[in-house]
């Protein structure tokens, strides 16, 4: 299976350029419109971009009858003086261009940053000094200074625990004075520390030792999607070679789900129906992979019977390391449940789905303020590979300030 990503002005634009060039056996992935971002967006248009997949081994398309036709030698060129090589110049001057345009994405990224916090901070002290007219008042008021008052609402706004809220605040209490900028630094470096640095599929092991990887959580959270965009990410953007395994054998579909996305990037799907069927597979696949990666059924943290046989799996294959895949639309309360009940089977990093479903992420820094959990990736969207990332704890803490873009 041949996998590309086609650009175009229009999605049909795109399309054509698929169908010339992989037939029109190919099958359309993912559609997605780009906008132009940083200082020189305004010199670039929006463009569409299509992710294809071919089988190669499929009916080439038949030639049209244009491309039956003979065609005549092209012309003899005559190389033209170098005095009056305009075109030369014209494509030199192209080449850099284009040399610019794919080297810029760093300096647009950068650009975009300064940009937010700038734009966030002014609207926070325009936000101060209209509180500081009206004489900020609040029956639920905790703090006299208002700016620390401000702060502390949005944060808990963002269902960031009340508790942890005023921990972080309490230390800069009392001094009317206290400066904006102090505030922010204070808050957002207490929300990395509390985030931690975030884990994640390590570096290419040695062949015929890969590492392998378990996803465990409740039903419904995403585990199969994520693993799909996890092995698009390793097999199509790092290169490694991955091998995919199922224990899912409860849903009716779940076989089939990660079956179609093994299709779709080559890889060939292991289905175990008890712990030695996980074990043999693990075992046939050591030599020709670099990452196993495990799909288990999915399984409630009040059903008891269902958690010991997912401890079974788990147990059957040595230096196994879990992913525990949360969805951020969970009620906090609900998240500790879970978290303490998986952590008696098993240790884990924790993933957190669904991003893109919930404007809320105080979830997070609550989590890991109150279980000490290593968190690993964020998923914000159905796109495979693309809305997938490690988590990026000083990311988690602009949005939670109110500071941060909507998206990731």
């Known amino acids: 299976m041949k996998i590309r990503k086609f650009t175009g002005a229009t999605e049909q634009d795109a399309i054509e350029k698929i169908r010339d060039e992989m037939g029109l056996d190919a099958l359309v992935i993912n559609i997605k419109k780009i906008q132009p971002k940083g200082i020189f967006a305004f010199m670039r248009k929006s463009y569409v971009e299509v992710t294809a997949a071919h089988d190669e081994r499929a009916r080439q398309p038949a030639k049209t009858v244009a491309q039956m036709q003979p065609q005549p030698p092209p012309p003899a060129q005559t190389p033209e003086p170098a005095e009056n090589s305009g075109f030369a110049q014209v494509a030199q001057v192209a080449q850099l261009s284009a ?52 702060f502390y609402d949005t944060l808990v706004d963002n269902l960031v625990d009340p508790i942890i809220a005023q921990e972080i605040l309490d230390d800069l209490d009392g001094d009317e004075q206290i400066d904006i900028d102090l505030i922010v ?63 899912d054998t409860y849903r009716i579909a779940a076989v089939e789900q990660l079956k179609t996305y093994g299709d779709i990037l080559g890889i060939d799907v292991a289905v175990a129906y008890k712990p030695d069927d996980l074990t043999r597979h693990v075992r046939d696949n050591k030599d020709t992979c670099d990452i196993v990666l495990i799909d288990t059924a999915g399984r409630s943290h009040k059903h008891r019977e269902h958690l010991g046989e997912l401890s079974q799996f788990l147990d059957a294959v040595a230096d196994l390391q879990v992913f525990l895949v949360l969805s951020l639309t969970t009620k906090y309360e609900d998240m500790l449940d879970i978290i303490e009940t998986f952590d008696r089977i098993c240790d884990f990093e924790i993933i957190f789905t669904k991003m893109d479903e919930t ?38 803490a602009m949005r939670l300030l109110g500071l941060g873009e909507e998206d990731f």
């Not at 734009?119 to 200074?145: G, M």
């Not at 989590?367 to 997938?388: A, E, M, R, W």
């Open 185 to 247: 630094a204070v808050v957002y470096n207490s929300l990395v520390g509390i985030i931690g640095e975030p884990q994640g599929l390590a570096t290419r092991p040695a062949r015929g030792n890969p590492q392998k990887f378990a996803f465990v959580g409740p039903t419904g959270v995403g585990k199969t999607t994520t693993i799909a965009k996890l092995t698009a990410d390793l097999a199509l953007n790092r290169g490694m070679g991955v091998s995919l395994i199922t224990a």
């Open 99 to 150: 040399q610019v345009n794919e080297k810029d994405e760093r300096i647009r990224m950068l650009s975009d940053m300064l940009h937010t916090t700038g734009d966030a901070l002014s609207r926070a002290q325009s936000q101060l000094s209209v509180a500081k007219a009206s004489n900020y008042v609040d029956k639920n008021r905790i703090y006299q200074n208002n700016m620390l008052q401000i």
């Open 359 to 396: 404007g809320k992420l105080g979830s997070i820094v609550n989590v890991c303020h109150k279980t000490g959990k290593k968190l690993s990736y964020i998923t914000f969207g159905q796109n495979v590979p693309d809305d997938i990332k490690t988590i990026a704890p000083g990311e988690v």
